[in-house]
């Protein structure tokens, strides 16, 4: 079986871009020896903590299962078995990699061991296996809490939107393997709702079809979507992924022992499955806050050409605030703006025409808070800017003296911290804009 190709395509392309772009051989660097010591510590400190060790005569059903789990996965190596005493449905994996064969140590709840059933724990098994056959628990001890033994972040502001983001993202990886260890959609739907909720056999009633429409009804509801922050993705949209894959000939050519799969099948999952995995990247999903964004950025770029000599400060406010309060990819939005600048005047008239329609006072002071950030980056407002950011208040409805004091209130905020990635984003905006006009 051929793992690591069923790991989910948005996944690795995140960790690529992780370490493409914020030098983490250099934060592993840090870490390694830290690590190591964990490692070797780990089996102790679980016996420490009062972990029950299993054995196959204590525990014969646990065992099979174990070893049906590791054999589906085509996993070569001994193990041994820990129980832990928790009312909370859980599992864990550790592999120890060796020079000739890997040792892992597996453990459970002790509500997970009442509580699920065979395949159920197959499922929970495969999936903690799954993170650690695609080094995602490395890289969640390397980047997470993503601060040095001093509090000091070790990734820039965007680079950490980047890593929460994946960490959704591996989520799916690991369950198409824990799918495969189980082998059965419904079972893995069962066994992923009772760890996530806690709930027993006897107050879950599996009605896939309905669980699956709560997706469908999010995706009404923009603002439930918009969990950048969660550590997992929205259970629905685990499921609904989940069941792509189950779905998809790549899982039944697996199941069905076939060595080959093909790249275009395997491209037509992901694509299936980014349809509704990029809802978990922040964008604004509601008109209002759409409109927001697309003013904030289009009046912005015209308060940028208005000083050349302090553009590289007014686009870094520029992408610091569109990161802050809208999106994972500032240098999307800039970018698709630029491509149409002769429409930028109507893009602008057209979003101040929907605020002022539908936003309340609080969202047009937003706006113009924001453009009163770019405008100060160097320190002053000089008056072509005060012109461009007053006349789109009184179209926003505020009178001078009102859109005088907003401004006022922003210079004492000047937003998120800069890092060396932005200035990338920062210098291939100036070099557009300075051909363009």
């Known amino acids: 079986m051929d793992l690591p190709r ?9 960790v690529e871009l992780l370490f493409k772009d914020y030098n983490l051989e250099g934060i592993i660097s840090t870490s390694e020896e830290r690590q190591k010591m964990e490692e070797s510590n780990f ?52 592999v120890q990699p060796a020079e000739e064969k890997n040792f892992f140590i597996v453990g459970m709840t002790s509500a997970a061991l009442e509580e699920l059933e065979d395949l159920e724990i197959q499922f929970i098994l495969g999936h903690e296996l799954g993170h650690f056959l695609f080094e995602h628990n490395r890289m969640n001890y390397l980047i997470n809490p993503i601060q040095n033994s001093q509090g000091v972040t070790l990734l820039p502001s965007m680079g950490e939107s980047i890593f929460l983001r994946w960490r959704k993202k591996c989520e799916i990886s690991a369950d198409r393997v824990g799918l495969l260890a189980c082998g059965n959609f419904e079972n893995s739907a069962r066994a992923m709702l009772k760890t996530a909720y806690g709930l027993s056999g006897k107050n879950l009633n599996l ?35 989940m069941q792509m894959f189950a779905e998809s000939p790549v899982f039944k050519q697996i199941v069905a022992g076939k060595s080959h799969i093909s790249d275009q099948e395997l491209a ?20 209002m806050d759409l409109a927001a964004m697309k003013l904030v950025t289009a009046a912005g770029i015209k308060l940028v050409m208005t000083e050349r000599d302090v553009m590289d400060e ?22 698709e703006i630029l491509k149409d600048m002769k429409g930028i005047d109507n893009l602008i008239g057209n979003s101040v025409k929907e605020i002022s329609e539908q936003g309340n006072d609080n969202h047009k002071a937003f706006v113009v808070a924001r453009l009163a950030d770019i405008a100060i980056a160097d320190g002053k407002l000089m008056k072509p800017e ?3 950011i007053f006349d789109i208040a009184g179209k926003l409805g505020f009178q001078e003296k009102t859109a005088y004091a907003i401004v006022v209130e922003a210079m004492n905020s000047v937003g998120l911290a800069i890092d060396w990635k932005m200035n990338t984003l920062v210098r291939g905006i100036k070099e557009q804009l300075l051909e363009k006009y």
């Open 43 to 94: 089996r102790n400190q679980l016996l420490k903590d009062g972990a029950f060790l299993l054995s196959k005569p204590i525990s014969p059903r646990i065992f099979d299962i174990v070893t049906d789990t590791k054999e589906k996965l085509n996993l070569d190596g001994e193990y041994e078995v820990f129980c832990l005493n928790s009312s909370t449905i859980n599992a864990f994996a550790y």
């Open 207 to 241: 009605n896939v079809d309905s669980l699956l429409q709560q997706i469908d009804d999010l995706k009404e509801e923009p603002e439930a979507l918009e969990v950048n922050y969660r550590s997992h993705p929205l259970m629905p949209l685990r499921l609904k992924v």
């Open 268 to 287: 037509d999952l992901e694509d299936r499955a980014d349809q509704w995995v990029n809802w978990i990247k922040r964008y604004p999903r509601r008109p």
């Open 314 to 335: 007014e686009i870094k406010v520029i992408i610091q605030i569109l990161h802050k309060y809208f999106t994972d990819e500032p240098g999307d939005v800039i970018n």
């Open 386 to 388: 005060g012109g461009i």
């Open 6 to 14: 069923i790991r989910y395509r948005g996944d690795k392309e995140d």
